[in-house]
């Protein structure tokens, strides 16, 4: 137990940085470092044991290091060059200027941040998804800012009991040992920010970290000001604690990120929602424009929304965070009332039903209705997530439920190995490095020597295979393991045998136990004489979730069979820095989630751009690549149901023992060159294509851009168009109830030829509304074997003739399809320009056969 002294007079002693080195704590100030192989290995040439032991952390380095290192180093006309070299570097990247934004800024909220190893404030893939995006946007100069919360202890520290059990540590992070600095405010003081909670006021500290050009705010609670440990809790664990902690976290995460960027004075113009942990910023904007622009609800909710981004990652109403109404009462009573707006309409807003008092708060329903641009994160996942939305608009074909995708994306400059980055110097045009996102750049693939791709590939999986004796030599000297186990740790894994690598969160719907199904079939695979295979495993599970970590324990208990135990290893303690020297050095990748469960997935999007090839289910972002990969499909494009994982698993062995193990022995053995031929097909196709800028420029063009357009227009017409808005919006459900199809016209009773045209009419009875305030569409498509409409195109019926209550819109059309095709007719409000951005709404009706 540590004694505390109080009180302690703090200070801030930083090195005395040489004269010719005086850029270095600028350098490790900014995490291009992570990115930019000369800064880092700048770093790591000062103190090659002290950069390791900082866990690759240059500000604590540089804290810690000696000052005979220091003066050595200043001395060294070879260190100085490569100092040069890297702050010509960090200049080219920083002085390339802001691209012209005309005012657009957006601001990007996340729970977590993978950013680097030294950071723990990330847990998995969100996180390292999210840290993947800001570096992206910093390549692109995109104007945007970060804010996530500052967490004390981040996520857990994972280690293994004799038995393989998962056990959780966690450990303080020493802000002043990372590479984040204090925000000021306008009299030098550190800068806070207030929210009201029910126990009295909650300051927030702000923390800024620089990602390139981007800035990174970070809010943390754990400060003296707040005397209760509960509120000074509230930032201590990613993921961690209760509901009622959960709850404080995305109060703290939406509200407060929210009053931080308005207390720097900053204005966004488009913000976005990376999943719904911080969804209450967008009740927080409502209350802001109801305040300062004495807009009533409905028109401060119509203003905010149109530049609302909301990107779900969530394929399974389960990962969706869901508040008691007692519990949501208790927190925003309140704010509700100082605010103006009535406690059951906030409500309303977090309901999927909003007159069932009894359903729970959902935070992306919230963020769903409060959003006019939604997205998922694959194609795949969009239809399934435009079906687990589907009750928010019901009388919507499914396929119809506004929600777009944008494919996730890795930073490939994050994730490619150096040695491979050195190959692409040599073979590839000279800025091969500004166009990763354009295929005519990966045709020189084809042109690097088999021989030399597949050395630099021998030369990482020997660096693999010697970290992973390492580690597991630590884990078993930290256990007090058995001295043969000692020995084991030290002679796992062969460099020459094909390896497979499985690295993920022990999430139960991963399926992590699949290719351990048949124990038998796969020792027999795994220990063949003449052709071995080996496989290394790495990941947590929740802390809560025992089936996660029972299947941990599974596999540690597998790897220590008699047997096997030079050819499964379990590596403790997953993160950043086994992730990458997994993706850049194995041979296969296995990805086996229930198909749709996967919303994407871009581990083996990491792995496909090291030339490391895909054996995955098709689902998330490999239901897309497969065709092109160069890897392998488990199973089909069908719909997951229970039989199916003896059928997976089955198809692992069938595909290890009847062509992959095959294919990469002949390679070693024989020189054919059907490896290296999908090696490359992988390298050439996925790495343009799954690169974060791609996927970045995606949402700067479908989603950032139009969302600053619509709200750069709310503020020009000082919010009159919101007003307008409500007011039409009123007068139209007012009338709704009295909308009615009068007649749909007679269909053709015999066979149309292609090309013909079908003339479509429709009298409407608009109960006075004007045919503006309407629109009357036709959806037509091909009759399925159950009589519905397929493959199907929406268009729009102009009117033609007004007589009173009453209006025709008619249409010639021309069906291009031949065979069984049919129509429906549907009229709705007009109050959309973009079938995307259609709000949650039921007004919408459909004519009847006999209307």
Known sequence: MPFYIRPVREFLVRPAIPAPLSRMSELAYNLLWSWEPPIRALFRRLDPALWKESGYNPVMMLGRVSQEALERAAADPRYLAHYAQACQRYDAHMQNGRAPSGGKLIAYFSAEYGLSECLPIYSGGLGILSGDHLKSASDLNLPLIGVGLLYQQGYFRQVLNADGWQQERYSDNDFYTLPILPVKDGFGEDLKVTVKLPTGPLLIQVWRMDVGRIKLYLLDTNIPDNPSPQDRDITDQLYGGDMDTRIRQEIVLGIGGLRALRAMNFEPTAFHMNEGHSAFLAVE???????????????????????????????????????????????????????????????????????????????????????????????????????MWHDLWPELPIWEVPLTSITNGVHLPSWLNSDLTDLYDQYLEPDWREHTTDPKTWELIDEIPD?????????????????????????????????????????????????????????????????????????????????????????????????????????????????????????????????????????????????????????????????????????????????????????????????????????????????????????????????????????????????????????????????????????????????????????????????????????????????????????????????????????????????????????????????????????????????????????????????????????????????
């Open 451 to 851: 021989e030399e791709l597949l050395e630099v590939h021998r030369r990482r999986k020997r660096r693999l295979i010697a970290f992973v004796r390492d580690r597991q030599t630590a884990s078993a000297f930290r256990r007090k393991a058995a001295s043969s186990e000692l020995r084991h740790s030290t002679e796992v894994l062969d460099p020459s045998v094909l390896t497979i690598g499985f690295a993920r969160r022990f999430a139960t719907y991963k399926r992590a136990n699949l290719i351990f199904r048949d124990p038998e079939r796969l020792k027999r695979i795994l220990c063949n004489k003449d052709r071995p295979v080996q496989i290394i495993i790495a990941g947590k599970a929740h802390p809560k979730d025992h089936p996660g970590k029972s299947q941990i324990r599974d596999v540690v208990q597998y790897s220590r069979d008699p047997e096997l135990w030079k050819h499964i290893v379990f590596i403790e303690d997953y993160d950043m820095k086994v992730a990458r020297e997994l993706v850049q050095s194995c041979d296969i990748w296995l990805n086996t989630p229930r198909r749709g469960e996967e919303a994407c997935g871009t581990s083996g999007m990491k792995a496909a751009m090291n030339g490391v090839l895909n054996l995955s289910i098709l689902d998330g972002w490999f239901d897309e690549a497969y065709e092109e990969s160069g890897g392998w499909a488990i199973g089909d494009r069908e719909p997951y149901t229970d039989d199916q994982d003896n059928l997976h698993a089955s198809a692992i062995y069938y595909l290890l023992e009847n062509e992959i193990v095959p294919m990469f022995y002949e390679r070693r053995d024989h020189g054919t060159q059907e490896w290296m031929r999908r090696v490359k097909q992988s390298l050439r196709y996925l790495s343009p294509e799954f690169d974060a800028r791609r996927m970045l420029r995606e949402y700067d063009h479908e989603l950032y851009a139009p969302a600053h357009l619509a709200f750069t227009a709310q503020v020009q017409s000082r919010f009159e168009s919101a007003r307008r808005r409500v007011k039409w919006s009123g007068k139209v459900r007012e009338a709704w109830d009295r909308v009615h199809f009068v007649e749909t016209g007679p269909a053709p009773t015999g066979p149309v030829t292609s090309g013909v045209t079908v003339p479509v009419r429709a009298t409407v009875d608009l109960a006075g509304l004007d045919p503006e305030d309407v629109r009357v569409e036709l959806v037509m498509g091909r009759v399925g074997a159950s009589g519905s409409l397929e493959e199907t195109e929406v268009m729009v019926l102009p009117v033609i003739e007004r007589n009173g209550t009453t209006a025709v819109f008619a249409k010639d059309i021309a069906p291009q399809q031949t065979g069984r095709l049919g129509y429906a007719l549907r009229i709705s409000p007009n109050h959309y320009d973009d079938p995307l951005t259609r709000p949650c709404t039921s007004l919408l009706k459909w004519g009847s056969s006999n209307a």
């Open 285 to 387: 904007r409502v209350r802001g424009l109801m305040e300062e622009q004495r807009l009533t609800f409905d028109e401060a909710l119509e203003a905010t929304r149109t530049n609302n981004v909301f990107t779900t990652h969530t394929p399974v109403p389960a990962g969706i965070d869901l508040f008691d109404a007692g519990m949501m009462h208790y927190y925003f009573q309140d704010y509700c009332r100082e605010s103006g707006i009535e406690f059951h309409r906030f409500m309303e807003l977090g309901r999927r039903n909003p007159s069932d008092m009894g359903e729970r708060f959902s935070m992306a329903v919230l963020a769903v209705k409060t959003s006019s641009y939604r997205n998922a994160v694959s194609r795949l996942h969009r239809r399934v997530a435009q079906e």
